[in-house]
Every structure is written in structure tokens, then in C-alpha cells.
């Protein structure tokens, strides 16, 4: 494929397109994040390593297109966006929280269609999929009581929480992605033939311990797993120690 017409996908954001690069990283971001979360990463990153950050619809440069609350036509969507970069070099998945279960989701859609899988998952801040969610629902509250759900989950900036005007522009994305979430049903069968390694937050109430190495039972090849200094969004507080753990493993 040619490659300048890979880089204009607006699905896709190359911060420093490397085609000397021995392996691609694309990330996926959290719920209600857009794929700028791992902009910062791209001077960090060893030079063997091309950073991929992926933008989901109704975030960023794409806000004007409708997001997806349902992980079926997310996935659906990610395979055909993603099929003619698979087979250009090597590849492995970052995903946070929600961004964890589509990198699951992905690569398992990925192995059914017999499509170049990723070497590795890194799946961050997410309880592993066959884990049963014990929150109550919170994606349909009414509007005051979601931003109270944001506040407690300590990802948005309080500043953010307190704009009307922009939490009006940011809402129906956060909801869809939450609905995304809450709505996600496991099917059982679901190992992946690569490896997985779950990174977890000391301090993160949505994915303890012991929750995160249940994602053991969903690989038929290598598990690892690690936990940072931090409480659900580690990935920023705890930056350099998660990248040494990319470093590390990739």
C-alpha cells in the first residue's frame, strides 16, 4: 500500500512516521479519550519502535463523526480500518481501560478472519474480559449524577467537568463509550494465540489485582503482568515506568 495514503487515514495518527521502524505500536485510548493521550510518547519510544496512536470516532479532529456505543461495529470497524497496515511490519497493541478490551476484541475478530495477528496485547487498567463488571450501569444517568461519575473516576479534569459549554461538545462521546463498556457481554472460548501482559494501577478500585491476572486465562501463549505506582490513569502519572515496560517487552 502506499504509504503517504496510509498516513492520511484519519482513523490513524503517525506523530513520527518511521519507515525504518522494525515494529508498529498502535494504541487505543480510553473512554472519552482521544488518541493525543500518546502523542507525548513519540520522542520516548525507542527508534525501532513507530508509534501509532488510533483517533475512535466523535473525539479530536474526527468530533463530527458519530461514536460508537456498541463493541460490535467498533470492532467491525477497527478490522477493516486496520487490515491494509497489518501486513506492512510487525505489530503490537496498547490499549487502556476500554481501549484494553478492543485490543482483546480486535485480535480476536483478527484471528477468526485469519489476518496478521500482533505479537503482543498490552493490556492496561482493564479487569480481565471474563471478569463480571460489579458497577452498576452508568453511562444512561442523568447528566449531573454522569458528571459525578466522572469526577469519582479522576480522568477528567475537574476544569473540564466544570465547563458547561464543553462538557455539552464532550458528553455524547463519553457516554458511548461507557455504554461500550457497561453493555460488553464476554463469549467464552476466547484465548488469543499471542501474548498478553496486563498492567494495573496500585491504587486503581476498577482493576485489582487479582482481576488483572485473570487475563492469564485468555492467551495460549506467554502472560505477564506488572503494577505502577497510581490509581486508574497511572499511564500519565506513572509514565516512565509503563514505557520501560514497553521497552522491555517489545
Given at each position: 500500500?502506499?504509504?503517504?495514503?496510509?498516513?492520511?487515514?484519519?482513523?490513524?495518527?503517525?506523530?513520527?512516521?518511521?519507515?525504518?521502524?522494525?515494529?508498529?505500536?498502535?494504541?487505543?485510548?480510553?473512554?472519552?479519550?482521544?488518541?493525543?493521550?500518546?502523542?507525548?510518547?513519540?520522542?520516548?519510544?525507542?527508534?525501532?519502535?513507530?508509534?501509532?496512536?488510533?483517533?475512535?470516532?466523535?473525539?479530536?479532529?474526527?468530533?463530527?463523526?458519530?461514536?460508537?456505543?456498541?463493541?460490535?461495529?467498533m470492532i467491525d470497524a477497527l478490522?477493516?480500518e486496520l487490515t491494509p497496515l497489518?501486513?506492512?511490519?510487525?505489530?503490537?497493541?496498547?490499549?487502556?481501560?476500554?481501549?484494553?478490551?478492543?485490543?482483546?476484541?480486535?485480535?480476536?475478530?483478527?484471528?477468526?478472519?485469519?489476518?496478521?495477528?500482533?505479537?503482543?496485547?498490552?493490556?492496561?487498567?482493564?479487569?480481565?474480559?471474563?471478569?463480571?463488571?460489579?458497577?452498576?450501569?452508568?453511562?444512561?444517568?442523568?447528566?449531573?449524577?454522569?458528571?459525578?461519575?466522572?469526577?469519582?473516576?479522576?480522568?477528567?479534569?475537574?476544569?473540564?467537568?466544570?465547563?458547561?459549554?464543553?462538557?455539552?461538545?464532550?458528553?455524547?462521546?463519553?457516554?458511548?463509550?461507557?455504554?461500550?463498556?457497561?453493555?460488553?457481554?464476554?463469549?467464552?472460548?476466547?484465548?488469543?494465540?499471542?501474548?498478553?501482559?496486563?498492567?494495573?494501577?496500585?491504587?486503581?478500585?476498577?482493576?485489582?489485582?487479582?482481576?488483572?491476572?485473570?487475563?492469564?486465562?485468555?492467551?495460549?501463549?506467554?502472560?505477564?503482568?506488572?503494577?505502577?505506582?497510581?490509581?486508574?490513569?497511572?499511564?500519565?502519572?506513572?509514565?516512565?515506568?509503563?514505557?520501560?515496560?514497553?521497552?522491555?517487552e517489545l
Amino acid at each position: 500500500m502506499n504509504n503517504a495514503k496510509t498516513k492520511q487515514n484519519p482513523w490513524f495518527t503517525f506523530p513520527k512516521p518511521n519507515a525504518n521502524a522494525s515494529l508498529r505500536l498502535f494504541c487505543l485510548p480510553y473512554a472519552g479519550g482521544g488518541g493525543h493521550i500518546y502523542i507525548p510518547w513519540k520522542d520516548k519510544l525507542a527508534s525501532s519502535i513507530e508509534l501509532c496512536s488510533v483517533q475512535l470516532p466523535g473525539r479530536g479532529m474526527r468530533m463530527i463523526d458519530a461514536p460508537i456505543t456498541q463493541l460490535k461495529p467498533m470492532i467491525d470497524a477497527l478490522v477493516r480500518e486496520l487490515t491494509p497496515l497489518l501486513s506492512e511490519k510487525p505489530y503490537a497493541l496498547f490499549g487502556h481501560s476500554m481501549g484494553a478490551l478492543l485490543c482483546y476484541e480486535l485480535t480476536r475478530q483478527l484471528s477468526l478472519l485469519k489476518k496478521p495477528l500482533p505479537t503482543k496485547i498490552f493490556a492496561s487498567g482493564r479487569r480481565a474480559p471474563s471478569v463480571i463488571d460489579p458497577d452498576p450501569v452508568t453511562y444512561n444517568l442523568p447528566h449531573d449524577q454522569f458528571i459525578q461519575e466522572l469526577d469519582r473516576l479522576n480522568g477528567t479534569p475537574k476544569e473540564v467537568l466544570q465547563n458547561a459549554e464543553l462538557m455539552e461538545l464532550l458528553m455524547p462521546t463519553l457516554r458511548a463509550d461507557f455504554e461500550l463498556c457497561e453493555t460488553y457481554e464476554y463469549q467464552s472460548g476466547g484465548e488469543v494465540p499471542c501474548s498478553i501482559t496486563a498492567i494495573g494501577g496500585i491504587d486503581d478500585d476498577n482493576a485489582s489485582e487479582e482481576e488483572l491476572e485473570f487475563w492469564c486465562d485468555h492467551t495460549s501463549k506467554e502472560f505477564k503482568s506488572y503494577r505502577l505506582p497510581g490509581d486508574h490513569f497511572f499511564l500519565h502519572s506513572a509514565e516512565d515506568e509503563l514505557l520501560k515496560i514497553l521497552h522491555d517487552e517489545l
